[in-house]
């Protein structure tokens, strides 16, 4: 038997109004027609280089993330045979297609249109891609006029664990709780929740709600069952933020420094590495 592999997921939500599942599945096809490099990190850069629409009646659209190297041919070169910058004669011979990239590596995701989530293979033939990059990877493509033009601003968060919250909401002394909502849902604080706050949104121009909750002098903060509740909607929708003090002093943390990762091993002799994607999104964690 071989050696297992791991496979590793990434989510990412995406928000755009009015919702609805043909909104997301229009939206990723229209950034996917940009063709634009985008900078994910140091020289790295990415694009969709495959996209598949044929189960958008299943609420699906799937396809493949590329991150390659861009080299910038225009600056200095180095010749590390003789230790010194390269002469011009020797930098007339270098010829790089403008279309070709160096050191690529491809990962699958899947579009939920229906949940808006995308999510994202992590690792592949030991590349990777993380869920800040991604997020740096469609925040910049919503940004596009023409994007923009058509479906106004898209928010866009990273999917949070709620292992990430617990470990927040477990400092010594909690001092500030900040929360905040880009999306709320309908089952936070009362039925009517998600209507009022778009409805205020909307109507003050504002983006995001933010809820802060400040300690009392010489308390901690209480996460009871309201906050977490709101917390949790955070998660996938926002973030939180807590201020407090633990063994090692002062700390400020974010549920962002702890994404969602779904994970799992699986055999190459059974199953390929996009079935193994597959089955670990359809499970969902």
Do not use: C
């Amino acid at each position: 038997m071989a050696r297992r592999i791991k496979v590793s997921v990434g989510i990412v939500n995406i928000r755009l109004h009015p919702h609805s599942p043909k909104i997301y599945s229009d939206f990723i096809h229209d950034v996917y027609r940009l063709k634009l490099p985008v900078n994910i990190h140091g020289d790295r850069y990415a694009m969709i280089s495959l996209l598949d629409r044929s189960s958008e009646h299943s609420n699906e659209v799937s396809g493949i993330i590329t991150t390659f190297t861009r080299i910038e041919t225009n600056g200095s070169w180095f010749d590390a045979a003789n230790l010194q910058e390269a002469t011009t004669n020797q930098i007339s011979q270098i010829s790089i297609p403008d279309n070709l990239y160096p050191n690529a590596a491809s990962f699958y995701f899947l579009f939920d249109t229906k949940d808006h989530k995308i999510y994202i293979q992590q690792y592949s033939k030991g590349r990777q891609i993380t869920s800040n990059s991604v997020l740096r990877f469609f925040h910049h493509l919503s940004q596009n006029l023409d994007i923009l033009a058509k479906y106004n601003s898209a928010k866009i968060s990273i999917v949070q664990s709620r292992a990430g919250l617990d470990a927040l909401f477990a400092l010594k002394k909690i001092n500030e709780i900040k929360i905040t909502i880009m999306k709320p849902n309908s089952d936070i604080f009362a039925d009517d929740f998600e209507a009022k706050v778009e409805a205020h949104l909307a109507a003050t121009y504002s983006q995001k709600l933010v809820l802060t909750y400040d300690a009392e002098p010489g308390h901690s903060i209480v996460p009871n069952d309201e906050i977490r509740s709101v917390s949790g909607a955070a998660l996938e929708n926002g973030s939180v933020q807590v201020k407090g003090r633990d063994e090692t002093g002062a700390v400020t943390r974010s549920t962002e420094q702890f994404p969602k990762i779904l994970q799992d091993t699986y055999d190459p002799d059974e199953i390929s590495e996009k079935e193994a994607f597959r089955r670990i999104v359809a499970d969902k964690g």
